[in-house]
């Protein structure tokens, strides 16, 4: 399976954390022992995105005394069960006849763009 990786760069997922241990002093260091609280959002990020959020976040945060700290984790999204060329698959066998819902020949509803 391969790793998909968007523009094929390295993705990110976003987490607040907690932690233990040395006090992180610049933006973009990583406390030695950090254990996710939240996520920040259920995206993932370049890596320019998630260091200007880093940025912003960690930079704040030095101004408390609260052992809070905004990390980003490496992620690899793999899909599970896809074939690869030159391997033996078995398909999806659909019913004969579809229920309107599941009916492919109308256009998908459309939807306005998210800006």
Known sequence: MESV???????????????????????????????????????????????????????????????IWAVAVPIAVRYEGDAQAGTSVQGFEFADELSPADDVSSPPPTTEPAY
């Open 5 to 67: 990786r968007r523009g094929g760069a390295q993705m990110f997922r976003l987490w607040i954390t907690t932690y233990a241990g040395r006090r992180p002093t610049q933006w973009n260091q990583v406390p030695p022992r950090a254990t996710a609280l939240e996520v920040v959002e259920d995206t993932l990020y370049s890596a320019e995105e998630a260091a200007l959020f880093l940025q912003g976040f960690n930079r704040v945060m030095l101004d408390y005394e609260q052992p």
